[in-house]
């Protein structure tokens, strides 16, 4: 708990007190100047390494660090305990306030001005206690349900090589009296497999002698469990989410085909006579609007944004799912009494988790290029950031290839069966690659 709410108060540092201080002057550094020391450190560094945690040592971020996690936990200590309607445990939530997130953040340039950071990470928190205090008794409704980023570090946790295992043999057998145990995030902790719902705040470390930190090999989870564990929303948000939304923000910009796009419309506009998208203004709130600092997104650009990163959801993610699919109807066989249908979906759901490491990466970069432009902009140039940055999508590709083969060889029968599966993942595989390299 110290830790937590050592956490809490950096997070308030970082987050609220630039949104009151006046721009940084143009001969302002990061060392000199909270509101770009601010910006780097939590946009440069922390989220950048709090993705790289995830992989590394599952969720110990949720569980022991989060600032919101740890707020909303303690109103739901002191709130009115009520339980969690229907609408706050919506299965999709996980996609929809992601993809929401992000866009939102693209529209108000949130990792360049402190207010709109505020205003989305604020609100966010805001919500976070609020839930709190409405819903669960020392719970952690907003963690488990609504939080934005919730589904993204589920799955990048089933990555890590660190998990809490349940024995439920020694669980069964336990004569020790049963201990009064509180999961925060409401993990059935006697059936769990894996790392995606642990916040591994180790709080049920050795109960029942049952609950043990232990090793396993990375991604075992993904190829093992998950097949079993299949859920819809994970795949639309690995696909669409990731590869497709997260991808498109963070290159946007920069895109030539965004760029084109953009003079094309503003043509059309313009003989038609129709001028206020191109020249009208909107509160920052809405799009990003900053005339003394000459950064100003008309509505155009906005419209233009929008339209840009669905382009690339549905385009990037229906070939993703065209290849899925396609790999995963190979796989299907009728079983027991499943039909099918179902055979097949559950092959594809399963076949979409081996894109867990490429989706990840593309996040991770998007973040690390936003380091690499505070640096520059400081005048420190990282001119190694293109080799890192094809050496880490190199390498998740391959995760994702060695993870495809893996999932092939459960369903297969055949080595020619497993061979052309995993031949059609590779199509899958490079799409989400191609997603990243549009721009370029």
């Given at each position: 708990m110290a830790v937590q709410w050592i956490i809490v108060g950096i997070y308030a540092l970082l987050v609220v007190v630039p949104a009151f201080l006046p721009p940084p002057a143009r001969t302002a550094h990061i060392w000199t100047n909270l509101t770009l020391f601010a910006q780097f450190v939590f946009w440069g560094i922390w989220w950048p390494f709090v993705l790289v945690s995830m992989v590394m040592v599952g969720r110990l971020w949720c569980g022991v660090m989060c600032p919101e996690g740890a707020l909303s936990e303690t109103a739901s200590r002191h709130g009115r305990g009520r339980s969690a309607p229907a609408w706050v445990k919506w299965k999709m939530w996980p996609f929809v306030a992601f993809v929401l997130t992000t866009v939102y953040g693209q529209m108000l340039s949130v990792y360049q001005y402190p207010k709109p950071a505020l205003l989305i990470l604020g609100g966010s928190t805001v919500a976070a206690i609020w839930i709190g205090y409405m819903y669960g008794r020392n719970k952690r409704i907003w963690c488990k349900y609504l939080c934005p980023v919730h589904g993204v570090f589920g799955l990048l946790s089933k990555l890590s090589p660190l998990h809490y295992r349940v024995d439920r043999a020694a669980w069964d057998d336990s004569t020790k009296p049963v201990a009064r145990l509180n999961c925060a995030p409401i993990v059935p902790i006697r059936t769990m497999q894996g790392a995606s719902t642990c916040h591994m705040c180790g709080r049920c470390a050795g109960f029942r002698d049952a609950v043990a930190l232990s090793r396993r090999t990375p991604g075992s989870?993904?190829?093992?469990?998950?097949?079993?564990?299949?859920?819809?929303?994970?795949?639309?948000?690995?696909?669409?989410?990731?590869?497709?939304?997260?991808?498109?923000?963070?290159?946007?910009?920069?895109?030539?085909?965004?760029?084109?796009?953009?003079?094309?419309?503003?043509?059309?506009?313009?003989?038609?006579?129709?001028?206020?998208?191109?020249?009208?203004?909107?509160?920052?709130?809405?799009?990003?609007?900053?005339?003394?600092?000459?950064?100003?997104?008309?509505?155009?650009?906005?419209?233009?944004?929008?339209?840009?990163?669905?382009?690339?959801?549905?385009?990037?993610?229906?070939?993703?799912?065209?290849?899925?699919?396609?790999?995963?109807?190979?796989?299907?066989?009728?079983?027991?009494?499943?039909?099918?249908?179902?055979?097949?979906?559950?092959?594809?759901?399963?076949?979409?988790?081996?894109?867990?490491?490429?989706?990840?990466?593309?996040?991770?970069?998007?973040?690390?290029?936003?380091?690499?432009?505070?640096?520059?902009?400081?005048?420190?140039?990282?001119?190694?950031?293109?080799?890192?940055?094809?050496?880490?999508?190199?390498?998740?590709?391959?995760?994702?290839?060695?993870?495809?083969?893996?999932?092939?060889?459960?369903?297969?029968?055949?080595?020619?069966?497993?061979?052309?599966?995993?031949?059609?993942?590779?199509?899958?595989?490079?799409?989400?690659?191609?997603?990243?390299?549009?721009?370029?």
């Open positions: 989870e993904i190829v093992h469990v998950a097949g079993s564990q299949t859920k819809p929303w994970e795949t639309w948000l690995i696909v669409f989410g990731l590869l497709g939304v997260a991808a498109g923000a963070f290159h946007w910009a920069s895109s030539p085909y965004y760029i084109a796009g953009k003079q094309a419309a503003a043509e059309w506009l313009v003989d038609k006579g129709v001028m206020w998208p191109i020249t009208g203004h909107v509160p920052w709130w809405v799009l990003t609007n900053y005339p003394d600092l000459n950064d100003v997104m008309s509505p155009l650009d906005g419209a233009m944004l929008l339209t840009y990163l669905t382009f690339v959801a549905l385009v990037f993610g229906g070939a993703i799912m065209v290849f899925l699919a396609s790999a995963g109807r190979l796989l299907a066989r009728p079983l027991g009494g499943a039909t099918l249908g179902a055979v097949w979906r559950q092959r594809t759901h399963h076949l979409a988790q081996a894109l867990i490491p490429i989706a990840g990466s593309i996040v991770f970069l998007g973040l690390l290029a936003t380091t690499t432009s505070i640096l520059k902009a400081d005048g420190i140039r990282l001119t190694f950031m293109p080799t890192v940055e094809n050496t880490v999508m190199a390498a998740a590709a391959l995760w994702s290839v060695a993870l495809a083969w893996r999932i092939c060889g459960l369903y297969a029968g055949s080595r020619t069966r497993q061979i052309a599966a995993t031949t059609l993942m590779l199509g899958a595989i490079g799409a989400g690659a191609l997603a990243w390299a549009l721009p370029y």
